[in-house]
């Protein structure tokens, strides 16, 4: 079955500190994958999407980063949070025709 | 670039219905409806795809007219489930890439 993990679910990190989230998919190959930003009460803002391995496109100018190392894995990255990043992130898997989204992660940087 | 949806918010008593629309200034292909309740992923409702396409899900149903590259979202004899955000999200091209984006948002509330 099609299925997609996002972790960790909430995070709380110090600012100037690094971030990891990881987002892998089960059940396709070569999906397209995107990471959103929701801060709070607010819509959801495309970061980043990738078509393949190694294909990164990036949205809005930030200090986060993306990769795609293997096919159904996607990371979103930061080396020093700013207080500005805080928000949720989702990962999602999109196709022609149905959306597939992460939990979701609550990143809170204080 | 970002569809835009109106109204932002609305608030309803149970039983009643509503309309959220959305409208790209690009073409539109395919829309998807979302709903999200607060501090969650977003749950895919249903995707239109062809002009003039409309769907039903429940008592949930939308219209999708590509001409006019705007879809909009019906709610019939609300429950207080419906409550939450409802966002569409649609397929646009861009820089030789095609990539996804949603909308702006409409904020739903049921009372009692």
């Known amino acids: 079955s099609q299925t997609i993990h996002q972790w960790p679910a909430t995070l709380v990190q110090p600012v100037g500190s690094p971030l990891s989230l990881e987002c892998t998919v089960e059940g396709t190959s070569n999906p397209n994958l995107y990471w959103y930003r929701q801060a709070a009460g607010r819509g959801l803002q495309l970061l980043f999407y990738?078509?393949?391995?190694?294909?990164i496109s990036s949205e809005v100018p930030q200090n986060l980063s993306a990769s795609r190392p293997q096919d159904r894995q996607f990371i979103l990255s930061s080396k020093k949070l700013l207080l500005s990043d805080s928000g949720f992130y989702l990962c999602?898997?999109?196709?022609?025709?149905?959306?597939?989204f992460g939990q979701g992660t609550r990143l809170t940087v204080v | 670039q970002q569809p835009v949806q109106s109204p932002q918010a609305v608030i309803l008593r149970e039983g009643e219905d509503a309309v959220i629309n959305c409208s790209s200034s690009?073409?539109?292909?395919?829309v998807h409806w979302y709903r999200q309740k607060h501090g969650e992923a977003p749950v895919f409702l249903m995707i239109l795809l062809k002009g003039g396409e409309q769907k039903g899900h429940d008592k949930i149903s939308a219209s999708f007219n590509e001409k006019k590259q705007q879809s909009s979202l019906y709610l019939t004899a609300s429950q207080l489930s419906y409550s939450g955000t409802y966002f569409c999200?649609?397929?646009?091209?861009?820089?030789?890439?095609?990539?996804?984006?949603f909308g702006t948002g409409t904020r739903l509330k049921v009372l009692a």
């Open positions: 999200g649609t397929v646009v091209w861009t820089s030789g890439t095609y990539k996804y984006i």
């Open positions: 690009k073409a539109l292909y395919s």
């Open positions: 990738s078509v393949g391995i190694g294909q």
């Open positions: 999602a898997w999109i196709t022609a025709t149905e959306a597939f």
